[in-house]
Nanobody, 124 residues
Framework: QVQLVESGGGLVQAGGSLRLSCTASGRTFSTVAMAWFRQAPGEEREFVAAISWAGSMTNYADSVKGRFTITRDNAKNTLYLQMNSLKPEDTAVYYC?????????????????WGQGTQVTVSS
């Protein structure tokens, strides 16, 4: 069984920064890709960023490229998302997800395990 717990969300003004964390327990963390997705009110869940198990490959949505950085610390079983230059349109519930393969994919069906989410609200 895999458990993913996100933290670090909150309320921030436009232009500000937040760092999200996702701590994993249960099955092996370090041999598979991990990702962040988000879901805004009334919208479908969308891809944000993904990272391979060694961190050598990353993948970003165009909307966050250059502003967000995904990293991981396998020794701590923790995934991070550093979010800078936040915009009101970044407001959403952010979810971390664990793949069953080592592919930093944008596709939700590549990810079998999901956290409960953490709310990020960016005020204008």
């Amino acid at each position: 069984q895999v458990q993913l717990v996100e933290s670090g969300g909150g309320l921030v003004q436009a232009g500000g920064s937040l760092r999200l964390s996702c701590t994993a327990s249960g099955r092996t963390f370090s041999t598979v890709a991990m990702a962040w997705f988000r879901q805004a009110p009334g919208e479908e869940r969308e891809f944000v960023a993904a990272i391979s198990w060694a961190g050598s490959m990353t993948n970003y949505a165009d909307s966050v490229k250059g502003r967000f950085t995904i990293t991981r610390d396998n020794a701590k079983n923790t995934l991070y998302l550093q979010m800078n230059s936040l915009k009101p349109e970044d407001t959403a519930v952010y979810y971390c997800a664990r793949s069953t393969r080592n592919i930093a994919s944008k596709e939700q069906n590549e990810y079998s395990y999901w956290g409960q989410g953490t709310q990020v609200t960016v005020s204008s």
